[in-house]
């Protein structure tokens, strides 16, 4: 079956989720949040995105953004995977690594309620993986602080610096397993490998901005009720474990796995693209997609015909034209 065409609308928020097919990317080591950090802000160097929240959990991150270019939406994401698998496949010393499994979800969300669900889905997911018990336990890579820090005011930001790190200046480890003092010190080696700088900024409430939301009072609102939704994720997963005597991973055992530990997920969902909490807007939404679709359908067909006139819908992402003639060989 052929994958779902991509559409990407302007000033609109999405939820992106890439996931890796057998192992553990971002396990909570401090140099893997380097890296981390270090390719979202050298990706980030051209503003290609709004990036509103994000957390980077075992084998997958889960980013809230406002889409801006629909072309630089794809390349935020496609140079995000590009430059964790080159500095991983330096710091365990492979060759050749392919991590990400097919493509990323890319799922437009459409209204507000919508939005709120999945930001605490977002920062409860440690929680209901059974790996800590709240978010502010969490030791990977998530926004988790910056929105804490920006939670009143709709144009809050917040900013951190990270080195733009070189390939060449990344060691291979000895081991996929660090001790605190290794990683310490690995992290310490490759900052002041790497002078050049670059600035993440992440606006936490921007996103907002997509639903019409305008003033500072509706932000802190709006945000004390993602935070309720977090706990009361965060107390059935406790109710959960407690009912199925299931025990918590750990901080220890987080940040002591093997670096690209094999793992395979047991969650095999179907990618999404649109989340809504509104049955009619989904419904409505979903049938101009497939019109869309069906347009691009028919335009693909020309397309593949020859016809270079072709008008594509607004927002299409065109394929390749393929060779008008075929050549033959000239005898003399």
């Known amino acids: ?38 390719a979202i802000a050298r990706t980030q160097r051209d503003n290609k995105v709004i990036l509103c929240h994000d957390i980077w959990n075992g084998s997958h991150p ?8 629909s072309q630089q939406c794809v390349n935020f994401y496609s140079e995000i995977q590009k430059k964790i698998t080159d500095a991983l496949k330096r710091l365990v ?22 939005a709120k669900e999945r930001i605490s889905y977002l920062y409860a997911n440690p929680a209901q993986d059974n790996l800590v018990d709240s978010i502010e336990k969490f030791p990977g890579y998530s926004s988790w602080e910056d929105f804490n820090k920006c939670f009143n005011f709709l144009k809050a930001e917040s900013k951190k610096v990270f080195p733009w790190i070189r390939l060449p200046s990344i060691p291979k480890l000895i081991s996929p397993c660090l001790s605190s003092t290794q990683d310490s010190n690995f992290v310490r080696l490759v900052t002041r490998r790497n002078k050049e700088k670059h600035l993440l900024v992440r606006k936490p409430n921007q996103w907002m901005s997509c639903f019409g939301i305008e003033t500072d009072a509706d932000v802190e609102n709006i945000n004390k009720d993602i935070v309720r939704r977090i706990r009361e994720r965060e107390e059935l997963s406790r109710l959960k474990r407690k009912v199925e005597n299931k025990p918590l ?18 969650k095999k969902e179907r990618k999404i693209f649109l989340l809504s909490s509104i049955r009619k807007l989904r419904v409505q939404l979903i049938k101009e997609f497939q019109e869309f679709c069906i347009l691009c359908r028919e335009c693909y067909l020309d397309w593949m015909s020859g016809k270079i006139n072709v008008e594509w819908p607004p927002g299409a992402f065109r394929p390749p034209l393929p060779p008008l003639v075929n050549l033959l060989p000239i005898r003399t």
């Open 249 to 266: 991973m750990g901080i220890s055992k987080l940040c002591s796995q093997p670096i690209l530990k094999f793992h395979v997920s047991k």
């Open 93 to 114: 010393g492979l060759n050749h690594l392919q991590i990400w499994e097919g493509f990323p979800m890319v799922a437009e969300i459409a209204d507000l309620d919508a």
């Open 62 to 69: 889960h980013i809230i953004i406002v889409a801006k270019d």
């Open 1 to 38: 079956m052929p994958r779902r065409r991509r559409r990407i609308i302007s000033n609109t928020c999405y939820e992106i989720c890439f996931r890796a097919r057998a192992t553990l990317p971002f396990v909570a080591y401090l140099i893997i949040k380097l890296i981390i950090g270090a």
